[in-house]
């Protein structure tokens, strides 16, 4: 029996939703703009990866989707903030994202940087309430310096400079791959995983993440805004440095497929239970937008 | 035997500053430009009054400094996250801060956000390394959106507008009170408080927090540039809804040394443990800057 990707992501997307509306304040609650201003980015219609990350990483070590929505929310309130500052004049000055006007474009500048600052303390208060002290640690660690706030600061010191192979690299394993690793880790280190679980887990979510990030990057180039709902090209543009720009679009995609092979290698041992993490990176191989 | 505050002070002021320079990363670690400018605002002379009183509030129930300086260090960092945020063009606009230029106006502003970001997120990594879940989760909640940020918010959606006494007072027990109350309850969390002593040490915390804003308030319209660091009457010239403009310089320093007897008479059933932080709120009323 194949597995249905398709239905399996509706599902924990729906699962992810629901949690997400419950664990964020009510749109009404005073003060009402910082909280309406949340919920624009968080329900602006994204794919939900990383937190279906955490929950595929607890199932690949027998753990309950029920348990780990909580922790699911937090790494998307995370993954949100960064996207809501990122996009700040000051930084990326992007108008749209996900087809929608920004946060800042919607809100004024000061109430993103605000609405960012308060998912990220949401995000450590939902963490605080239903994981362990390791995984709250985990996750600022992912969050901080030597993890995606670190890649942001070389990205943004590299925009229109030339770089090297080894910062590009650095860029995506720190901007995007630390919080998708930590995402799969998360989940497992809930569930209970051994020690060497949790390590094959990692390095899957490493590969995974890069992957990820490589794919978008072609994306971008190839896209077009109606499927990104993001203006296409805009990395070179912004004179981003992208791996399609530095290898070539073919050995891009090469070597995202390979990541995508050492991914499932490093899952071989998980067994059966790792399949919805192995579909997942199909996905993130074969996605359109 | 009198309280020497100013030996205390000054003993705990070197004991936190040691503890901040060995919790953040190194200047020279990469990516350096963040780690430099996170500890450029963390090391630009403020009185440490959070920690300090984070250890106070251990010290009132027998704890010991060592065990509560990582929590003392967290707080401090996310009190400087805050003033990074606010000194922004967006939100406050400020060029000085305790007489040196302000983080954007030294790194920019995307590097500014970033250390503000990065600030908070190490914040929640220091309380996972030493305190307990339902510390990380106080913080997060005075940290949020019904806490400081909340504060925040009111404050920079109030400017210009005449607001009533209780939006005044909204804007002071959140943007600045809930932090400090915050800060006393953390540390007698960590030293095992009983549940009354907590609830007493929290009403306190209010109490202090209440009475700072309001004289910081009555410092910003009497003060200089050389005692403040800051413009003095900046307050005025943002149209910054404040006490003394509200109630006259007068009514306020009378509700300020209120608060500060109602924050002592909170503690008396404390006992003399709770000294230092009788001698903190002598301090909070009678500073000069």
Chains 1, 2 share one sequence.
Do not use: W
Not at 143 to 157: C, L
Not at 175 to 196: Q, V, Y
Not at 228 to 249: M, W
Not at 257 to 264: Q, R
Request: with cysteine; net charge negative.
């Amino acid at each position: 029996m194949s597995f249905d990707l398709a239905a399996y992501l509706a599902e924990r997307r729906r699962a992810v939703d629901a949690a997400l509306d419950r664990h964020l304040p009510p749109p009404d609650a005073p003060p009402a703009i910082i909280h309406e201003a949340m919920r624009y980015s968080v329900f602006a219609g994204g794919k939900r990866l990383r937190p279906i990350l955490v929950i595929a990483g607890a199932e690949a070590v027998g753990g309950s989707v029920e348990r780990v929505l909580p922790t699911a929310c937090a790494l998307e309130l995370i993954h949100t903030y960064s996207l809501i500052h990122d996009d700040l004049p000051a930084m990326d000055d992007d108008d749209y994202r996900r087809g929608r006007p920004t946060n800042h474009k919607v809100f004024g500048e000061a109430i993103a940087i605000l609405a960012g600052d308060a998912l990220l303390s949401l995000a450590f208060g939902l963490l605080a309430e239903s994981a362990s002290l390791d995984v709250v640690k985990e996750v600022a660690a992912a969050a901080g310096t030597f993890g995606m706030i670190g890649g942001q600061v070389v990205d943004i010191q590299s925009e229109g400079k030339p770089v090297e192979a080894r910062t590009l690299e650095y860029i995506h394993t720190h901007k995007t791959a630390a919080l998708i690793r930590c995402a799969l880790r998360s989940g497992a280190m809930i569930a209970g995983a051994a020690p060497e679980t949790l390590a094959a887990v990692g390095e899957a979510g490493s590969r995974l993440g890069l992957a990820f990030q490589i794919v978008d990057d072609i994306l971008d180039v190839e896209g077009s805004l109606e499927e990104l709902g993001k203006t296409a090209g805009s990395d070179q543009r912004k004179k981003k440095a992208t791996y399609p720009e530095y290898f070539g679009r073919e050995a891009s995609r090469l070597k995202a497929k390979a990541l995508i092979e050492d991914a499932k290698a490093a899952l071989a041992p998980l067994g059966p239970r790792a399949g919805p993490i192995r579909a997942l990176a199909d996905f993130i191989l074969e996605r359109r937008s």
